[in-house]
């Protein structure tokens, strides 16, 4: 018994051994792939005119895009003069939660972030800025109107917003007392005045020279490493809602959509004010904030339901189909709102959509004209222009004539033989007045 036990040990230890050198090698091989590493990334956006939904529609995106990457940062360069409070808050947020260090720099020479840029600035991680540009002047003011900086609006704006920045500053190590005068006093700063009040953390000539620099703030970027810059730029959706949701652009869509409803309740049937002004109405309300991005596009789709149904009994001459149509697009490039969901409606299904209906509507209103202009076809004014033949002769006392599968008494100013081709010219009550081509017809 025990020379069998001896023996199955020898057995059991030979085995061990044997599957330890089959599997070193593979062990190896795995411990050499894992320290493979790839290069950093850092994706760099590109922002300018006014903070305004569009424009957070852009920047949340990117930023989902470098966080779900594991990018070693969002590079942001900016160039605005300010924008809406609430827009800048939502971008504020987005960057004091981030995953992925957010780095703005004021950009080109020239640029400015004035007003919610300064603001925006002092929340990243790393605040740059070019030579020639500054940063500041961040005072509340309303849109289309003047401001009352002494009014109890005013001041509850103004110490809002001051708070903020002085907030956000010092959780980011920046100067807060040059923070809150940027809102109460309007002040603004250079690139190396912010430098040396310690606004931003670095100036730089360009956007290599920043990267350049960036190691010394980011961790996950070293000097002597590689890295790969992806360069992300604004879809048509963003684009378009950019566009709209401008500031000055928002208070004219909203003037004009007021403006059209009133014209159109005072003159019902006008059709073309009243279209414009509630699409322009709508939109107004998003650029302003008052409706979500969704919700606008839900009212625009509904509306565009609206507009087309009526087409189909209502003559617009199709300003209804059109107008339907463009509501129609802006509303399902706005239906989801792909900043917090990354839902969105493809291309590839909204744009064959679009021109299906763009299409129907165009053939109907075509079809619509057409029989508008189209000489009638039935009833005594559907006679006109009828040809014929001669049933019996038509003299001076009058004759017979087959027309339109009907006999009709006929009159003449010439004689016309039977059988011969008639073209209708007039209808005196039941008698209808005949003429022919004929030559050498008589009298």
């Not at 594991?70 to 605005?80: I, K, N, Q, R």
């Not at 189209?374 to 006392?397: D, F, Q, W």
């Amino acid at each position: 018994m025990k020379a069998a036990k001896s023996a199955a040990a020898q057995l059991l230890s030979a085995l061990f051994v044997a599957g330890a050198l089959v599997l070193s090698p593979c062990m190896a091989w795995g411990s050499g792939d894992s320290d493979v590493r790839t290069s950093p990334t850092i994706y760099r956006i590109r922002i300018e005119g006014s903070i305004n939904p569009g424009i957070s529609q852009f920047f949340m995106r990117a930023l989902s895009t470098a966080q779900a990457s594991g990018a070693a940062c969002l590079v942001v360069e900016l160039d605005t003069p300010g924008g809406l409070v609430s827009t800048l808050r939502d971008m504020i947020q987005a960057v004091m939660t981030s995953s992925v260090p957010v780095v703005v720099y004021v950009a080109p020479s020239g640029a400015q972030a004035a007003s919610a840029g300064a603001i925006l600035t002092l929340s990243a991680h790393v605040a740059a800025m070019a030579p020639g540009t500054n940063i500041g002047a961040a005072h509340p003011v309303g849109i289309g109107q003047k401001d009352e900086k002494d009014s109890v609006s005013g001041a509850k704006a103004e110490n809002d917003i001051a708070a903020m920045a002085r907030s956000i500053a010092s959780e980011r190590g920046k100067n807060a007392t040059w923070a809150e005068r940027a809102v109460r006093e309007s002040v603004s700063a250079t690139d190396r005045e912010a430098l040396e009040l310690g606004v931003i953390d670095l100036v730089a000539r360009d956007f290599d020279d920043l990267v350049q620099q960036l190691p010394s703030r980011i961790t996950s970027l070293r000097p002597d490493t590689p890295f790969e810059v992806i360069t992300l730029e604004p879809n048509l959706r963003e684009q378009i809602l950019s566009t709209i949701a401008d500031p000055n652009i928002a208070y004219l869509l909203m003037m004009a959509g007021i403006a059209g409803l009133y014209f159109e309740l005072a003159h019902p049937g006008a059709i073309f004010p009243g279209t414009v002004g509630a699409i322009s109405l709508l939109l107004g309300l998003f650029a302003l904030q008052a409706l979500p991005v969704n919700t606008t596009g839900l009212l625009l789709i509904l509306l565009s339901g609206l507009l087309l149904v009526l087409e189909l009994f209502v003559t617009s001459y199709g300003i209804l189909g059109i107008s339907g149509t463009v509501a129609l697009l802006l509303g399902s490039l706005m239906l989801f709102d792909t900043a917090e969901t990354g839902i969105a409606v493809a291309m590839e299904v909204l744009i064959p959509t679009i021109l299906a209906v763009g299409v129907f509507f165009a053939l109907v209103i075509y079809l619509a004209g057409k029989a508008a202009i189209a000489r009638p076809l039935s009833g005594s004014e559907g006679l006109i222009g009828e040809t014929g033949t001669v049933h019996e002769p038509i003299g001076h006392k009058g004759g017979k004539v087959f027309v339109h599968g009907e006999i009709w008494n006929a009159v003449s100013e010439e004689f016309i033989e039977k059988g011969e081709e008639i073209t209708v010219t007039g209808l005196k009550g039941l008698t209808l007045e005949v003429t022919t081509q004929k030559k050498g017809a008589k009298r």
